[in-house]
């Protein structure tokens, strides 16, 4: 049996998109080459991964059972990579990052400084982003590795760890705001003022009836709107603690504030280079088994 890792992740792939044509447009090649590179596992594998007679094609029983088999060779072969990444002579040029404000670590800046020793001609990128744009930015390789607030789901193409460091947000106004001289606001008291609220450029929230809210693309923005008093914002307590110049007031509010994980996600088809490898392995070496492939 002549397996390769082409036909396993056009496999899992078009698994998770439901459509051979999307697969092509993620994996960057023909729908052809996908079509057939699904066909020859199936003839290697003596079973139809697909059905083909609807509108799209949806997994058979045998592609839902092998399909797990298909994603922890994928899994294997990606580690596989990032450790030859290390042990190679060749290194790249610029790593780029694409950090989330949730993530404060004193681990991180640790790494980071022994990151800078080891590779001291290392061009080294920060692109600031949340949520889906995290994940868009190491889909399309426009950076190696990106810390996220942590999810149930990642796209198949995305392998993540969660890091041993936890977060926290809580939902903060100015100290002039109507809502900081209440002892105990509730959900009531938020709807009645405006809400500055987080908004993704890959998933923008649309505009909403009947509510008073401004919205943006990073928290650090939402803090200089709560400075100004223009409504409440959820924040990450450490940015509302070094920048909030002491003019943000915390609400009580039962449930706040809460934790947040960290996920580190990196590419699964992309081979990391020997620092981003050294990279994820110095900050995951602490995470959870069953996270890391």
Same mark, same amino acid.
Request: charged residues 20%; contains cysteine.
């Given at each position: 049996? #002549?397996?390769?890792?082409?036909?396993?992740?056009?496999?899992?792939?078009?698994?998770?998109? =439901?459509?051979?044509?999307?697969?092509?447009? !993620?994996? =960057?090649?023909?729908?052809?080459?996908?079509?057939?590179?699904?066909?020859?596992?199936?003839?290697?594998? $003596?079973?139809?991964?697909?059905?083909? =007679?609807?509108?799209?094609?949806?997994?058979?029983?045998?592609? !839902?059972?092998?399909?797990? +088999?298909?994603?922890?060779?994928?899994?294997?072969?990606?580690?596989?990579?990032?450790?030859?990444?290390?042990?190679?002579?060749?290194?790249?040029?610029?790593?780029?990052?694409?950090? #989330? &404000? /949730?993530?404060?670590?004193?681990?991180?800046?640790?790494?980071?400084?022994?990151?800078?020793?080891?590779?001291?001609?290392?061009?080294?990128?920060?692109?600031?982003?949340?949520?889906? &744009?995290?994940?868009?930015?190491?889909?399309? $390789?426009?950076? +190696?590795? $990106?810390?996220?607030?942590?999810?149930?789901? *990642?796209?198949? &193409?995305?392998?993540?760890?969660?890091?041993?460091?936890?977060?926290?947000?809580?939902?903060?106004?100015?100290? #002039?705001?109507?809502?900081?001289?209440?002892?105990?606001?509730?959900?009531?008291?938020?709807?009645?003022? !405006?809400?500055?609220?987080?908004?993704? *450029?890959?998933?923008?929230?649309?505009?909403?009836?009947? @509510?008073? @809210?401004?919205?943006?693309? #990073? *928290?650090?923005?939402?803090?200089?709107?709560? %400075?100004?008093?223009? =409504?409440?914002?959820?924040?990450?307590?450490?940015?509302?603690?070094?920048?909030?110049?002491?003019?943000? /007031?915390?609400?009580?509010?039962?449930?706040?504030? %809460?934790?947040?994980?960290?996920?580190?996600?990196?590419?699964?088809?992309?081979?990391?280079?020997?620092?981003?490898?050294?990279?994820?392995?110095?900050?995951?070496?602490?995470?959870?088994?069953?996270?890391?492939?």
């Amino acid at each position: 049996m #002549s397996l390769s890792i082409e036909m396993l992740s056009a496999f899992s792939c078009a698994a998770e998109l =439901g459509s051979f044509s999307a697969t092509a447009r !993620r994996l =960057g090649k023909s729908q052809s080459t996908i079509s057939e590179a699904i066909a020859n596992l199936e003839i290697e594998l $003596g079973s139809p991964l697909f059905d083909r =007679g609807g509108h799209t094609p949806t997994l058979t029983e045998a592609g !839902r059972q092998l399909l797990r +088999h298909a994603r922890q060779v994928l899994d294997a072969s990606d580690a596989m990579r990032r450790q030859a990444s290390l042990l190679a002579a060749g290194q790249e040029p610029r790593l780029t990052l694409a950090l #989330s &404000d /949730t993530y404060q670590s004193s681990q991180f800046q640790t790494v980071t400084m022994e990151l800078e020793r080891r590779f001291p001609e290392l061009e080294l990128e920060c692109l600031v982003a949340e949520h889906d &744009d995290v994940s868009e930015l190491v889909l399309t $390789g426009r950076a +190696h590795l $990106g810390f996220i607030a942590a999810r149930a789901n *990642y796209p198949v &193409d995305i392998g993540h760890a969660t890091l041993s460091e936890a977060s926290e947000t809580a939902l903060f106004v100015a100290r #002039s705001h109507p809502l900081a001289s209440l002892a105990r606001p509730t959900a009531e008291d938020l709807a009645r003022h !405006r809400e500055l609220r987080l908004n993704t *450029y890959v998933n923008a929230h649309p505009p909403a009836q009947g @509510r008073r @809210r401004w919205l943006a693309p #990073s *928290y650090l923005m939402l803090l200089e709107m709560a %400075r100004m008093g223009a =409504g409440w914002a959820e924040l990450p307590c450490w940015q509302a603690r070094s920048f909030g110049g002491g003019e943000l /007031t915390q609400l009580d509010m039962t449930g706040w504030p %809460r934790p947040v994980l960290v996920d580190l996600i990196w590419l699964h088809r992309k081979p990391l280079g020997q620092a981003a490898a050294w990279l994820l392995r110095e900050l995951t070496q602490s995470a959870a088994p069953q996270d890391m492939p």
